[in-house]
């Protein structure tokens, strides 16, 4: 497995945050049904954090000592849009059908395109059109290959009062830096397998080069 490249995180110090403002926002879940998650903003961001990458957690239920969380970077193409490059709408709506079912905490994190940023997310689609995966068309623009950091995800879990999760991924990296940071993961929870021709590739060059742990098809019966 070829290494990865990521920018330099993890041993950053974690910024000490407070909660702000919590208010129940009802929404519309997948399925048609509804929730009311609480919504939680925080005091203490980094001062150089620009407002628009202000991370959010949303709170279903009573999560009990041990909460299910996701980790959700953020992905206007998926998230808003249904695109079919990536998982990420998938996953999103994954998450918030388990949560609103058996409680949970999904937060929100502003990191578009791994951390690269919407613009030169799509820069990179147009190198991947011309044949390159997606790890290869980051390094073409002079990109890491993920520039996520989670230790303000650590910071807002621990405001939240939690030291200890179970984490629903396929990402190893999350856990990894979760754990430098001091948050305790016990379980690591796979999400699904959302494959379809557009994004197969994709996915498979994520298994590849990043250690994700995802499923296909046959695999995740065997």
């Known amino acids: 497995m070829t290494q990865v490249t990521h920018a330099v995180k993890g041993d950053s110090e974690?910024?000490?945050?407070?909660v702000r403002t919590a208010v129940k926002v009802p929404?519309?879940?997948p399925d048609a049904s509804e929730a009311s998650p609480?919504?939680?903003s925080f005091r203490?961001?980094?001062s150089d954090l620009p407002v628009d990458k202000e991370p959010l957690a949303v709170v279903f239920g009573e999560p009990g000592p041990l909460p299910l969380v996701r980790l959700h970077s953020?992905?206007?193409t998926g998230d808003v849009f249904g695109s079919l490059r990536c998982d990420c709408g998938p996953q999103l709506a994954e998450s918030l059908t388990m949560f609103a079912a058996q409680g949970g905490?999904?937060?929100y994190l502003r990191q578009e395109g791994r951390g690269i940023g919407l613009y030169n997310k799509l820069d990179a689609y147009v190198l991947q059109d011309a044949g390159i995966d997606t790890f290869?068309?980051?390094r073409k623009l002079n990109l890491p290959d993920d520039a996520r950091d989670y230790g303000i995800a650590a910071a807002v879990l621990s405001a939240l009062?939690?030291?200890e999760i179970r984490l629903v991924t396929n990402n190893p990296d999350k856990q990894r830096q979760l754990s430098e940071h001091g948050i305790k993961v016990l379980e690591s929870v796979p999400t699904g397998c959302h494959a379809n021709p557009f994004n197969d590739y994709y996915l498979r060059t994520k298994v590849d080069f990043a250690g994700h742990r995802i499923a296909f098809g046959s695999e995740a019966a065997s």
């Open 161 to 163: 009062g939690y030291d």
């Open 44 to 46: 203490g961001l980094p």
């Open 27 to 29: 929404i519309a879940l």
């Open 105 to 107: 905490i999904l937060l």
């Open 136 to 138: 290869e068309a980051n």
């Open 14 to 18: 974690r910024p000490s945050l407070t």
């Open 74 to 76: 953020e992905c206007l």
């Open 38 to 40: 609480t919504v939680y």
